[in-house]
């Protein structure tokens, strides 16, 4: 039987179009930090940028590719169709109020799967839900004035996999992954992570529809948390084992990650908890300026002067 057993969500990449645009949205309507502003490693051209709470902890970040003039992508089969942050229940009539304040659609609140969920879209289509969720202990980022601390997000809830045949999904998430299945409703099914709580929940649906397309407003990929490398390389050893094709261990500077595809097409990442965001750059000083791995940095001004300007609003207190 496998060992692998990741703590809970790592972080959740997007695709998105107007990187100003993103910043905006994240930091001022949802509250979330600017941790770091990179580059995709892969392809240096474009923004990667990196949201969460104070110091960017695992479990509470969501990252963006804004490739301007991306076309809009579509939900569907074989996609992360949901990403899922949790804020305190007495919390929701407040987000209810803000959000509607701001001229955004919303849809609920409603009940799901025995939680109160609002839903709402990002400037590139993004589905967001806010849930209620009592006893997350994680306390978010309170440096947003529009958005007070006692109701600041916490971080990630849980993601919503789209599957055409969601069986075979299952089956790693639960044979492969170590997941836990917590329950089904209807054509849908919760597997949990740890101790199965905020930041440690996945949930497979059911979608006979056609295939998604992955542009704007679409999920790239979804991480997982390991513990450390060594961890992370023996996990490797026992997927590879298992069949899967799964990438070397690459270096992305702020953990290391191996990667590999569920049976529906989702691709899924292992991320380790360290080094963390700090490594370059200070805590008070997170999301400030453009940050560069030392083999790209030989190429900065080329990289820096394809870039568009980013203005982030200074926070009202200090992380």
Known sequence: MSDIAPHGLHHVTAIASDPQRN?????QVLGLRLVKRTVNFDAP????????DAQGAPSTLLTF?????VPPGRQGSG???ATAFSVPPESMGWWQRHLAGLGLEIDGPRTRDGEEVLTLRDPDGLVIDIVAAPGDARSGWDGVARVPAEHAVR??????????LPDATAEMLAGLLGMR???ENGDRARFVMADGGAGAVVDVAADPGPRGLQAGGTVHHIALRAPDQATQARWREELVDAGLRVTEILDRQYFTSIYFHEPGGVLLEIATDRPGFTVDEPLLELGRSLKL???????RDQIAAALPPLLVDEPASSA
């Open 293 to 299: 791995p030392p083999w790209l940095e030989p190429d």
């Open 65 to 69: 590719f804004p490739w301007q003039g």
């Open 45 to 52: 051209g474009t923004y990667h940028l990196y949201y969460g």
């Open 155 to 164: 971080g990630l809830y849980s993601l919503t996999l789209s599957e055409r």
């Open 79 to 81: 996609l992360t169709t």
């Open 23 to 27: 910043v905006d949205f994240y930091t």
């Open 181 to 183: 299945l917590q329950g």
